[in-house]
């Protein structure tokens, strides 16, 4: 709701939240504000869907949402949004599957352990070791060869996690970066018409 009253259409309201956050529960719709007159009439054009109670945008829907993208941003930010939505997608995807990879020694040490055979011949071989996975100890022979790069794997994530909050930032600044270019335009409408108005009032040889 702006100082003027305006208020927009909860059907609106429903394509833009599902474009940014990608679902929404329906038990969410009094809080979010649109109805369900809303989603029947999105449902009935086939531009959202319903999954156990969770809303999402069909491939129509997102047509349509980049069709009224365009129309408001440009087509130069609207793509850059796009862009900037699918890094972070692709951020996510990726930190999905290296977490799952991160945790296979996480808790654990490695341990190297000296002992001598019945020749009196000295040798170690390695154990991971544990205070808080379980099993405590686990026999390992030599250093497994994934060991270090995936011991390494936390410094990639958080590096991941950084690029993610700088394309969230960039993205949340394109606001700023459409403000200013509308900006610039009305400014420049301005300046036509001081311009205009001026040169009505600068007095020929006649008068």
């Known amino acids: 709701?702006?100082?003027?009253?305006?208020?927009?259409?909860?059907?609106?309201?429903?394509?833009?939240?599902?474009?940014?956050?990608?679902?929404?529960?329906?038990?969410?719709?009094?809080?979010?504000?649109?109805?369900?007159?809303?989603?029947?009439?999105?449902?009935a054009y086939g531009l959202i869907r319903e999954n156990n109670g969770s809303l999402e945008l069909t491939e129509k829907g997102k047509d349509v949402l980049k069709g009224i993208e365009n129309a408001l941003l440009g087509?130069?930010?609207a793509k850059a949004r796009r862009i900037l939505r699918e890094l972070i997608e692709t951020v996510d995807n990726v930190l999905v599957e290296i977490e799952g990879y991160s945790k296979t020694y996480e808790g654990y040490w490695l341990e190297k352990t000296w002992v001598h055979n019945k020749l009196k011949k000295k040798y170690f071989y390695y154990y991971l070791k544990s205070r808080t996975?379980?099993?405590?100890?686990?026999?390992?022979?030599?250093?497994p060869q994934d060991y270090y790069l995936l011991k390494d794997l936390k410094q990639y994530i958080a590096r991941l996690?950084?690029?993610?909050?700088?394309?969230?930032?960039?993205l949340a600044n394109?606001?700023?970066?459409?403000?200013?270019?509308?900006?610039?335009?009305?400014?420049?409408?301005?300046?036509?018409k001081i311009a205009q108005i001026k040169a009505k009032d600068i007095p020929t040889d006649s008068s």
Do not use: A, C, W
């Open 174 to 192: 394109l606001d700023h970066l459409e403000f200013t270019k509308q900006l610039l335009e009305n400014l420049e409408k301005t300046q036509k």
């Open 161 to 170: 996690r950084y690029i993610q909050q700088l394309i969230m930032g960039l």
């Open 1 to 43: 709701m702006t100082s003027d009253g305006f208020k927009l259409p909860g059907y609106l309201r429903l394509l833009f939240l599902l474009n940014t956050k990608g679902s929404v529960m329906v038990r969410e719709r009094r809080s979010l504000g649109f109805s369900l007159n809303d989603v029947s009439m999105l449902e």
């Open 75 to 77: 087509e130069g930010v």
């Open 133 to 143: 996975r379980k099993p405590r100890s686990i026999y390992l022979g030599t250093i």
